[in-house]
């Protein structure tokens, strides 16, 4: 299998997080955000959308959105299943990765951010500001679901989950970007233990061969 990844890129730090807990091995291949590589005509080749992740299974077939290459994995290679069997157990882990990947991470996406700032002239505070009121309106929803149903040490229990998959790389960000944390002492506590897991620390973005300090 083959990743196109961008090492900051929450999206593919979530299948990056997979595909390591599920011991599935990958080249991976370089997309710079930054520098706009992912709108190139060759890139939107792999993927209408212009986005990553981008996945090219053994089969040669192209896969993208993060959440549906990860349910992908987890058909192919069940062992360990990220999206539990149990349905009252499966709705809870997908209303927390949902949260996370359809209510939090659109609206502060890098595009998003770049057309606030390069298409409505806002400034560099404000966009700082609009960054921070989402994080914070959708991790107090979060820290609060966590509250009412998780089960520690992860998000639901003794065994990671997509949940994880997806909160880790959103906290990261929050962390960049310098948002307040202390407010979801839950989120953060399934965050540290996450980062402890050498699964986790191998998905991490310092240690992918994109990356730049």
């Known amino acids: 299998m083959q990743l196109y990844s961008f090492f900051n890129s929450s999206t593919s730090y979530r299948v990056r997080i997979a595909l390591a807990l599920k011991g599935l091995d990958y080249a991976c291949q370089g997309v710079n955000l930054r520098s706009g590589e992912q709108r190139s005509a060759a890139h939107r080749e792999l993927n209408p959308a212009a986005g990553v992740p981008v996945l090219v299974t053994d089969d040669g077939e192209l896969l993208s959105q993060s959440l549906a290459i990860i349910d992908y994995l987890d058909a192919v290679q069940p062992a360990p299943r990220l999206l539990p069997a149990e349905p009252l157990v499966r709705m809870r882990v997908l209303e927390i990765a949902n949260l996370i990947a359809c209510d939090i991470h659109p609206v502060n996406n890098v595009r998003v951010l770049n057309y606030l700032q390069r298409e409505l002239d806002v400034s560099a505070a404000q966009k700082d500001a609009w960054y921070g009121h989402w994080v ?19 998000c639901f229990g003794a065994q990671p989950s997509l949940a994880d998959c997806c909160l880790v790389p959103q906290v990261a960000n929050a962390q960049r970007m310098g948002c307040d944390l202390a407010p979801y002492p839950r989120v953060m506590a399934v965050y540290r233990h996450c980062l402890a897991q050498p699964a986790f620390q191998a998905a991490a973005p310092a240690q992918q061969p994109d990356f730049i300090a």
């Open 136 to 154: 914070a309106e959708g991790l107090a929803a979060v820290e609060e679901l966590l509250q009412r149903h998780g089960s520690a040490p992860y």
